[in-house]
C-alpha cells in the first residue's frame, strides 16, 4: 500500500535548529512535496524534491533518498512564527498525491 | 489578487440537508481540488479537475459531487449530509494537469459541522 510516516509532534527551541523526517512507501515515486500549515489555516507550499539530495531555501532545507524511501525537513534559527504543523506529501505514478497527518511543531522561547 | 476564496467560512447543517461549498479562484489554473482535512488524518481528496468542463474522484468522493462549468468556480455539492461529513473543507488549485508535480494553492477552508 501506499503511506506516509512522520512524528504526530515534536517540540523545539526558539533560534534552534530542528530536522522533521518523512519516511515514504509509494508505488512509482515522482517526487515529495512538503507544507506548512498554520493552526487554522490552509496548507502553503515550502518545498519540492524529485531528485537525491539537498534543497536549500533560506531557513529551510529539504532532502530527499529515493532509495531509502526518506526526507527531511531542516529548519533553522527557529522564530515562533515556525510553530505549525508540516505536512510530508509524496507523489505516485500517477501523480496523485499522498498526504502525511502532519508533524506539529511547537516552538519554545 | 484574491487566489482563491471559499464560502461559507463555517456552516453548521442538520442532517439529511443539501449543501454547496463555494469556490472560486482568479488564477486562471487548469486544475482544482477539494480535500476534507480530519484531525489525526492527512488530507484527503474527495474530487478533482484538471480543465473546465471535466472532472474525477479522488479517495473519499462518496457522498459528494461536484462541477466545473468554467476556469473560475469549481463547487462541492453535498446531496445529503451526515454526521461523519463534519469536517474542514480546502479548495486548492494548481497550473498543472499533471497535478502530481506541481505547487498547489490552497483556500482559506470551510469548517462544517453536520448534526
Known amino acids: 500500500g501506499q503511506n506516509i510516516d512522520q512524528p504526530t509532534e515534536m517540540t523545539a527551541t526558539e533560534g534552534a535548529i530542528v530536522q522533521i523526517n518523512c519516511t515514504y512507501q509509494t508505488s512509482g515515486f515522482n517526487g515529495l512535496f512538503w507544507y506548512q500549515q498554520h493552526a487554522g489555516e490552509a496548507p502553503t507550499f515550502l518545498s519540492y524534491?524529485?531528485l537525491d539530495g539537498l534543497e536549500e531555501k533560506g531557513r529551510f532545507s529539504s532532502f530527499l533518498s529515493r532509495s531509502k524511501g526518506y526526507s527531511y525537513l531542516l529548519l533553522k534559527e527557529l522564530q515562533m512564527k515556525d510553530s505549525a504543523s508540516y505536512l510530508c506529501?509524496?507523489?505516485?505514478?500517477?501523480?496523485?498525491?499522498?498526504w502525511g497527518a502532519g508533524t506539529k511543531l511547537i516552538i519554545k522561547p | 489578487i484574491a487566489g482563491i476564496t471559499q464560502a461559507p467560512t463555517s456552516q453548521i447543517l442538520a442532517a439529511g440537508r443539501r449543501m454547496t461549498l463555494r469556490c472560486t479562484q482568479d488564477m486562471r489554473h487548469n486544475a482544482m481540488y477539494w480535500y476534507r482535512q480530519d484531525l489525526g488524518l492527512g488530507l484527503r481528496l474527495i474530487h478533482y479537475s484538471n480543465t473546465a468542463g471535466t472532472t474525477g474522484k479522488g479517495e473519499v468522493p462518496d457522498g459528494y459531487s461536484v462541477s466545473r462549468a468554467n476556469t473560475d468556480d469549481f463547487p462541492l455539492t453535498l446531496a445529503s449530509a451526515v454526521p461523519s461529513q463534519t469536517s474542514v473543507y480546502f479548495c486548492?488549485?494548481?497550473?498543472?494537469?499533471?497535478?502530481?508535480?506541481?505547487?498547489?494553492?490552497f483556500g482559506p477552508g470551510t469548517r462544517l459541522t453536520v448534526l
Open positions: 506529501v509524496s507523489t505516485d505514478s500517477n501523480y496523485q498525491l499522498i
Open positions: 524534491n524529485v
Open positions: 486548492a488549485s494548481s497550473d498543472s494537469r499533471d497535478f502530481g508535480t506541481d505547487t498547489q494553492y
